[in-house]
């Protein structure tokens, strides 16, 4: 039996547990492709304008997988992962609004509700309801999702360790990673890109910014790098958190970036439509001043260019390497 997955959204935090839970129990897996023109075309033209960009680009990979031979599609409606924090209201309806959208669609859909207390999501509530869809027996699913669980704490290991999440995603799967894809920095400049990782690990609608910075030799600094802990003390000193989970994430992350002094600027990677992250960039930028630390905000679309942006983070690294070398001399 073939299950969908679509390269989309949290696809990029938990594929290595969803792929190994379901192969596990003898499913194939079957990923879209990256995200391409034709797919976001097809998200775009089946969503209502209002949708930020992942969404639709969410939509276009779900359509994508109806075209093809897969018997069913994974589309879990993610509602919490730490406890009193939710998930920004369109991950909580994304089921609902895709079965509602499209006719025939239902039938094919999987739809568990994840609620959690901490990031790893598998445990047995999560993903009770396959025992009664697919005949699995207690005991069948709980040895799959305690391979999975391994296998994702050694996905979060490898994040920490500094690699990038689609580095770590395969490493924890037992694919090697290519030497120049590492962690090297070969001008001792390091940037926080801050940015949900369906943003930034997306090359269609980051454009690949990750990698065209460490193609200049910075170094890149993610929230998933960082440690929990470290992350729930940047949280305490706030008055107030956002709320959303990861945009809470990217907000702690923020100001951990602004106070290590290893963090020469910081890049928030927004896409066009983001209600949470009206608030996230603007206190992030507010502080900028506060912490005497360059920081810039990259909006992408449907239709963002590519030499626009090239040139615009090619002139962020610039001004922070010589705001480093006047830090050198003294000036
Ligand atoms: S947090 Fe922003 S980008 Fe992510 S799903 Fe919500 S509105 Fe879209």
């Known amino acids: 039996m073939k ?3 679509p390269h989309s959204l949290l696809y990029f935090y938990y594929y290595p547990l969803w792929k190994t839970y379901f192969e596990t129990l003898g499913f194939e897996i079957i990923t879209t492709p990256p995200t391409s023109k034709e797919i976001v075309d097809k998200g775009v033209k089946n969503s209502v304008p209002e949708l930020c960009v ?5 939509i ?3 359509l994508k997988l109806v ?9 879990p409606r ?3 992962i730490q406890k009193g924090q939710y998930f920004c209201p369109k991950f909580m309806g994304l089921p609902e609004m895709i079965r509602h959208s499209f006719k025939g669609i239902e039938e094919k859909m999987l739809m568990p509700s994840i609620e959690a207390n901490d990031e790893n999501i598998a445990t047995m509530m999560n993903f009770k309801i396959f025992e009664e869809k697919f005949g699995i027996s207690t005991k069948e699913n709980k040895l799959a999702l305690e391979k999975a669980k391994r296998v994702w704490i050694s996905f979060r290991a490898y994040c920490r360790e500094g690699y990038s999440a689609s580095e770590a995603s395969d490493l924890a799967m037992g694919k090697a990673v290519e030497k120049q894809l590492t962690i090297e920095s070969s ?8 940015g949900y990782v369906y943003n930034i690990y997306d090359p269609y609608i980051s454009l690949d910014i990750f990698k065209r910075l460490r193609e200049m030799g910075v170094n890149v600094k993610t929230f998933e790098m960082l440690s929990e802990a470290e992350m729930n003390k940047q949280l305490k000193k706030l008055s107030k958190n956002l709320f959303w989970t990861f945009s809470d994430k990217l907000l702690a992350a923020g100001y951990s970036f602004y106070e290590n002094q290893e ?9 066009f439509g983001c209600g949470p992250d009206s608030m996230l960039g603007k206190l992030l930028e507010i502080d900028s001043a506060t912490y005497n630390k360059p920081f810039m905000t990259v ?11 090239q040139t615009r983070i090619e002139a962020f690294v610039d001004m922070l390497k010589r705001k480093k070398m006047r830090q050198k001399r003294g000036a």
């Open 299 to 309: 909006r992408v679309d449907e239709h963002s260019g590519e030499n626009h942006l």
């Open 54 to 58: 992942p969404i639709k680009v969410y």
């Open 3 to 5: 299950i969908g997955i």
């Open 60 to 62: 276009g990979h779900v």
């Open 67 to 75: 075209e093809s031979e897969v018997d069913f599609i994974f589309v």
């Open 187 to 194: 001008n001792n400049l390091t940037i926080g890109l801050v």
């Open 78 to 80: 993610f509602v919490s």
């Open 263 to 271: 963090i020469d600027g910081l890049i928030h990677v927004t896409a």
